[in-house]
């Protein structure tokens, strides 16, 4: 297997977006990283987007063509491949190019990944959301993605006395972080009482506890590590890369406050990194939902399960804590354009570890991890990034 | 938007909570599945539909504000993850109660109602819900 | 007809209430009045969930869960009632498929105004009698529809019951029915109509006191019976005035119909009514208790049914399912504004 390297970064700016397309945000997230790699459209050997509903979205499918073609590179007849795994899907497709690289298939890949959401009403767009839920046997009878994670809450509350303004921590945190992040879609700081004072969504779970809808796209370019010096002066390699599933619906889960998804990619990806937890300087973790982050960060080995909320009340995971978690403001301040996500999480860690992450800067960042959810836990992915 | 036939198939498990049962293992499953997770293919053959009892108690619930066109009229209404007295844990709402009425433990059974329905013109689609119980039966607040 | 009887029922009753009062503060009218004058003090109301399906199920539920028999020997199922979800698709098949009686039996939907539910009884009985089948259901229920504004909309609520009706091991023998049916136009709601039209005053003496006293004497008449022979009586109840009323004129005594007497609390609930009264009595009933039920429906006729509680009784399964009592009980009271709401009156504009 070959060592696999970051040699470019492009992402567009997160939010509501009203005069960006699909294909214009694709476009501007992959012309910014091509350039940043500073290589050329007839280098490129293969793309990756990861894309969770275009189709009920944009009334697209077919979108890694359709990028493709946009990008101009379609002429040159590359493999460009859609990747869905829901929230997921980013993480996932940053998986497939890495893996494509490692195997020696192909030398320098692009992946994307893209959501155009607000084309949508918001209702429209909620149950666009829920649909990586189980449709049949959750949603259809009544739970929604918030509820699904206001399940989980109530139970991790019940099971370890995690505290309603230990969930608003996470978002307070998320959007101190977020303000210093010039393309996140919410950059002002938010108080415990603006979150335990929001709209109620699915109690516990308040507006600001959830992600926003968002437009958005992220681009990276990889490459071989040995040739990665011939395009950049910092490369960052990708160190350790871990995928899991578990079941669709959160019913069949033995324990609702533990994302085994989550447990077994972190396994895999510290074992094929050599590292520990206490290497990492930063990470960027699934926040969905403010509880998501708590769950996350126990699931990552962080914390001991139960000592989310606390470590994060503590300050444990913002700058000066054990592990600085979503600098970039997270999918709560940052935003969620849903197969973007996973792609904007490597972006942020390649731009710490790159050393230009500018004010929200970790200092002497080296280890960089993501972790991307889909659904409420049914696809997992971790990744471990070191500066070269 | 859902088509009478998708819904129509599942119509023993949503009315009457039919699930699986794997004879290699002996555990029950909810909604019923192809084969059993835990025995693989030696479960192939020695599975067959049960019907759970559709009571249990609340795992964990959520009163939700925000929620799909069909729920509007509800609003807000309760969903909870119900373990029923078989082991299986399932998501449904309850209904005809007060979210501070319930807590986790509490007594719940399973009873039919309309979930949804394909506009004014469209299938009406019928499943389980929970309305809380107690012991002896009664709605909770019953004197 | 020998020893066709009740082998078991079973009744609902949603948890929503609203109060006269409420309804006429809208309307400008004198609720509180109003009530009085209907012995009417609060009516149920369906959950948006609910319909005559989901109370048929539960009234069937509650049925099958007081007796041993087997739902694959139930032979016929019929759901009567005005206010069936569909226009064209059974009610009762689903019913059949939520009690797994299905599919080896015949279903049809009954629509006679409010007495569909007791038209559907006596189907029963006939199949029953005649061998054909070894169990059948009849279910009265509905989600009735007053207009807003309307004088109906101070009673019309809803409920159900089921009754299984068989030769075996049967709690009470119907021992004998007759019906009376003329052409009178008191009440009708007519295809595609939201909700229904009546003659006011018309509705009374020539609809409700014609056939029900007429079917009521007939079968005094026939079975030689006099009302003091009788434990308990149930009449179709649209208001408290009326079965009060018809009671006296057959000469039957306000103790005798107390039992039955549910539309103070619940309203009218159409083809639920007869039923649900008949129900209640069957939760307090002792062998070799009578009852003598009359049920009318607009349009118009009256079904009346001779009951004679068996030794059966003694030992059955009643505590298996809740009582009318406890149905009622702790009801939630809403406001006009969600009562309409539940009702569909208004109504949020879907995206």
Same mark, same amino acid.
């Given at each position: 297997?070959?060592?696999?390297?970051?040699?470019?970064?492009?992402?567009?700016?997160?939010?509501?977006?009203?005069?960006?397309?699909?294909?214009?945000?694709?476009?501007?997230?992959?012309?910014?990283?091509?350039?940043?790699?500073?290589?050329?459209?007839?280098?490129?050997?293969?793309?990756?987007?990861?894309?969770?509903?275009?189709?009920?979205?944009?009334?697209?499918?077919?979108?890694?063509? +359709?990028?493709?073609?946009?990008?101009?590179?379609?002429?040159?007849?590359?493999?460009?491949?859609?990747?869905?795994?829901?929230?997921?899907? /980013?993480?996932?497709?940053?998986?497939?190019?890495?893996?494509?690289?490692?195997?020696?298939?192909?030398?320098?890949?692009?992946?994307?990944?893209?959501?155009?959401?607000?084309?949508?009403?918001?209702?429209?767009?909620?149950?666009?959301?829920?649909?990586?839920?189980?449709?049949?046997?959750?949603?259809?009878?009544?739970?929604?993605?918030?509820?699904?994670?206001?399940?989980?809450?109530?139970?991790?509350?019940?099971?370890?006395?995690?505290?309603?303004?230990?969930?608003?921590?996470?978002?307070?945190?998320?959007?101190?972080?977020?303000?210093?992040?010039?393309?996140?879609?919410?950059?002002?700081?938010?108080?415990?009482?603006?979150?335990?004072?929001?709209?109620?969504?699915?109690?516990?779970?308040?507006?600001?506890?959830?992600?926003? #809808?968002?437009?958005?796209? %992220?681009?990276?370019?990889?490459?071989?590590?040995?040739?990665? &010096?011939?395009?950049?002066?910092?490369?960052?390699?990708?160190?350790?890369?871990?995928?899991?599933?578990?079941?669709?619906?959160?019913?069949?889960?033995?324990?609702?406050?533990?994302?085994?998804?989550?447990?077994?990619?972190?396994?895999?990806?510290?074992?094929?990194?050599?590292?520990?937890?206490?290497?990492?300087?930063?990470?960027?973790?699934?926040?969905?939902?403010?509880?998501?982050?708590?769950?996350?960060?126990?699931?990552?080995?962080?914390?001991?399960?139960?000592?989310? /909320?606390?470590?994060?009340? =503590?300050?444990?995971?913002?700058?000066?804590?054990?592990?600085?978690?979503?600098?970039?403001?997270?999918?709560?301040?940052?935003?969620?354009?849903? /197969?973007?996500?996973?792609?904007?999480?490597?972006?942020?860690?390649?731009?710490?570890?790159?050393? @230009?992450?500018?004010?929200?800067?970790?200092?002497?960042?080296?280890?960089?991890?993501?972790?991307?959810?889909?659904?409420?836990?049914?696809?997992?992915?971790?990744?471990?990034?070191?500066?070269? | 938007?859902?088509?009478?036939?998708?819904?129509?198939?599942?119509?023993?498990?949503?009315?009457?909570?039919?699930?699986?049962?794997?004879?290699?293992?002996?555990?029950?499953?909810?909604?019923?599945?192809?084969?059993?997770?835990?025995?693989?293919?030696?479960?192939?053959?020695?599975?067959?539909?049960?019907?759970?009892?559709?009571?249990?108690?609340?795992?964990?619930?959520?009163?939700?504000?925000?929620?799909?066109?069909?729920?509007?009229?509800?609003?807000?209404?309760?969903?909870? !993850?119900?373990? +029923?007295?078989?082991?299986?844990?399932?998501?449904?709402?309850?209904?005809?109660?007060?979210?501070?009425?319930?807590?986790?433990?509490?007594?719940?059974?399973?009873?039919?109602?309309?979930?949804?329905?394909?506009?004014?013109?469209?299938?009406?689609?019928?499943?389980? &819900?929970?309305?809380?119980?107690?012991?002896?039966?009664?709605?909770?607040?019953?004197? | 007809?020998?020893?066709?009887?009740?082998?078991?029922?079973?009744?609902?009753?949603?948890?929503?209430?609203?109060?006269?009062?409420?309804? *006429?503060?809208?309307? *400008?009218?004198? /609720?509180?009045?109003?009530?009085?004058?209907?012995?009417?003090?609060? &009516?149920?109301?369906?959950?948006?969930?609910?319909?005559?399906?989901?109370?048929?199920?539960?009234?069937?539920?509650? !049925?099958?869960?007081?007796?041993?028999?087997?739902?694959?020997?139930?032979?016929?199922?019929?759901?009567?009632?005005?206010?069936?979800?569909? %226009?064209?698709?059974?009610?009762?098949?689903?019913?059949?498929?939520?009690?797994?009686?299905?599919?080896?039996?015949?279903?049809?939907?009954?629509?006679?105004?409010?007495?569909?539910?007791?038209? %559907? !009884?006596?189907?029963?009985?006939?199949?029953?009698?005649?061998?054909?089948?070894?169990?059948?259901?009849?279910?009265?229920?509905?989600?009735?529809?007053?207009?807003?504004?309307?004088?109906?909309?101070? #009673?019309?609520?809803?409920?159900?019951?089921?009754?299984?009706?068989?030769?075996?091991?049967?709690?009470?023998?119907?021992?004998?029915?007759?019906?009376?049916?003329?052409? @009178?136009?008191?009440?009708?709601?007519?295809?595609?109509?939201?909700?229904?039209?009546?003659?006011?005053?018309?509705?009374? =003496?020539?609809?409700?006191?014609?056939?029900?006293?007429?079917?009521?004497?007939?079968?005094?008449?026939?079975?030689?019976?006099?009302?003091?022979?009788?434990?308990?009586?149930?009449?179709?109840?649209?208001?408290?005035?009326?079965?009060?009323?018809?009671?006296?004129?057959?000469?039957?005594?306000?103790?005798?119909?107390?039992?039955? +007497?549910?539309?103070?609390?619940?309203?009218?609930?159409?083809?639920?009514?007869?039923?649900?009264?008949?129900?209640?009595?069957?939760?307090?009933?002792?062998?070799?208790?009578?009852?003598?039920?009359?049920?009318?429906?607009?349009?118009?006729?009256?079904?009346?049914?001779?009951?004679?509680?068996?030794?059966?009784?003694?030992?059955?399964?009643?505590?298996?399912?809740?009582?009318?009592?406890?149905? !009622?009980?702790?009801?939630?009271?809403?406001?006009?504004?969600?009562?309409?709401?539940?009702?569909?009156?208004?109504?949020? =504009?879907?995206?």
């Amino acid at each position: 297997m070959r060592r696999v390297a970051v040699i470019g970064v492009g992402i567009t700016e997160f939010g509501e977006l009203w005069d960006s397309s699909f294909r214009k945000l694709g476009i501007g997230a992959g012309m910014s990283a091509v350039s940043d790699a500073k290589i050329s459209a007839d280098q490129i050997e293969a793309l990756f987007v990861g894309n969770m509903s275009a189709g009920r979205f944009i009334r697209q499918e077919h979108v890694a063509a +359709l990028i493709a073609d946009y990008s101009g590179i379609a002429r040159d007849h590359i493999p460009a491949t859609r990747v869905e795994a829901a929230g997921a899907s /980013g993480g996932i497709a940053l998986r497939q190019g890495f893996m494509a690289v490692a195997s020696g298939l192909h030398d320098i890949v692009v992946v994307g990944g893209a959501e155009k959401m607000t084309d949508v009403s918001d209702i429209e767009s909620s149950m666009i959301q829920s649909s990586a839920a189980d449709q049949e046997w959750e949603t259809e009878l009544g739970a929604t993605f918030p509820g699904l994670h206001a399940l989980m809450a109530t139970r991790h509350m019940h099971d370890y006395g995690t505290t309603r303004e230990q969930l608003a921590d996470v978002a307070v945190k998320n959007h101190r972080h977020g303000a210093l992040n010039p393309k996140a879609q919410f950059r002002r700081e938010i108080n415990r009482d603006v979150v335990l004072r929001s709209p109620m969504v699915a109690s516990p779970l308040r507006i600001f506890d959830c992600a926003p #809808s968002s437009d958005g796209a %992220a681009t990276v370019v990889l490459c071989p590590l040995d040739m990665a &010096k011939e395009f950049t002066d910092s490369p960052v390699e990708i160190v350790g890369s871990g995928q899991a599933s578990d079941s669709l619906g959160l019913h069949h889960r033995k324990d609702i406050c533990t994302m085994g998804a989550t447990r077994a990619a972190t396994e895999r990806a510290f074992k094929m990194a050599g590292l520990s937890q206490k290497d990492v300087d930063v990470a960027e973790v699934h926040d969905n939902f403010t509880i998501s982050e708590i769950i996350a960060i126990e699931d990552l080995g962080f914390f001991p399960k139960g000592e989310g /909320g606390k470590a994060t009340e =503590e300050g444990l995971t913002s700058f000066d804590g054990d592990v600085v978690v979503n600098t970039s403001g997270g999918l709560k301040a940052r935003g969620d354009p849903i /197969g973007a996500t996973g792609v904007a999480q490597a972006v942020e860690i390649v731009s710490q570890l790159r050393g @230009t992450a500018d004010k929200r800067q970790v200092k002497d960042a080296e280890v960089g991890l993501t972790q991307n959810i889909g659904g409420t836990g049914a696809t997992a992915v971790v990744h471990l990034f070191r500066r070269v | 938007m859902a088509t009478a036939p998708r819904f129509w198939r599942e119509n023993p498990s949503r009315y009457n909570m039919v699930g699986f049962k794997c004879n290699s293992c002996g555990k029950f499953y909810f909604p019923p599945r192809i084969i059993c997770p835990l025995c693989h293919r030696k479960s192939v053959g020695k599975t067959e539909p049960v019907k759970m009892k559709g009571t249990g108690a609340i795992f964990s619930f959520t009163e939700i504000h925000e929620g799909m066109d069909e729920h509007n009229v509800q609003k807000p209404y309760i969903v909870a !993850m119900v373990e +029923l007295d078989e082991g299986v844990k399932v998501t449904g709402q309850v209904i005809d109660c007060d979210v501070c009425d319930l807590s986790i433990g509490t007594r719940v059974r399973a009873t039919l109602r309309k979930l949804s329905e394909e506009g004014s013109a469209g299938v009406i689609h019928y499943g389980y &819900k929970f309305v809380p119980v107690r012991e002896n039966g009664e709605r909770p607040g019953d004197e | 007809m020998k020893g066709v009887g009740i082998v078991s029922y079973g009744a609902y009753v949603p948890h929503f209430r609203i109060v006269p009062d409420e309804i *006429g503060k809208v309307w *400008g009218v004198d /609720g509180k009045a109003m009530g009085k004058g209907l012995m009417i003090s609060s &009516k149920s109301v369906p959950a948006p969930d609910e319909d005559t399906i989901t109370i048929s199920v539960e009234a069937a539920r509650n !049925m099958m869960s007081r007796c041993d028999v087997d739902p694959k020997d139930i032979g016929a199922l019929y759901v009567g009632s005005e206010s069936h979800p569909y %226009a064209v698709k059974p009610s009762g098949a689903i019913v059949a498929e939520a009690i797994e009686a299905a599919p080896d039996l015949t279903v049809a939907d009954f629509e006679f105004a409010c007495k569909a539910g007791t038209a %559907a !009884m006596q189907a029963c009985m006939g199949l029953v009698g005649a061998g054909m089948v070894k169990y059948a259901v009849a279910i009265g229920a509905d989600t009735s529809q007053g207009a807003p504004g309307d004088a109906l909309e101070y #009673s019309a609520s809803a409920g159900g019951a089921a009754f299984l009706i068989g030769a075996e091991k049967v709690i009470a023998t119907i021992d004998d029915t007759y019906s009376y049916t003329t052409d @009178t136009p008191d009440f009708w709601r007519r295809e595609g109509q939201l909700y229904p039209r009546h003659g006011g005053r018309f509705t009374g =003496e020539p609809a409700y006191f014609k056939h029900v006293i007429s079917g009521g004497k007939m079968l005094l008449e026939r079975t030689g019976m006099s009302p003091e022979d009788y434990t308990y009586a149930v009449f179709h109840q649209p208001n408290g005035k009326f079965p009060t009323r018809a009671a006296k004129q057959l000469g039957f005594s306000a103790e005798q119909i107390k039992a039955s +007497l549910l539309v103070p609390q619940i309203g009218n609930t159409y083809s639920g009514a007869v039923p649900l009264g008949l129900a209640a009595i069957l939760d307090e009933a002792k062998p070799g208790d009578r009852i003598f039920a009359v049920a009318y429906g607009s349009g118009a006729g009256s079904d009346a049914f001779d009951i004679t509680v068996t030794d059966e009784m003694a030992t059955f399964k009643r505590e298996a399912a809740p009582t009318l009592n406890e149905l !009622m009980a702790n009801p939630k009271y809403l406001d006009y504004a969600t009562y309409a709401k539940f009702k569909g009156v208004i109504a949020k =504009e879907r995206d």
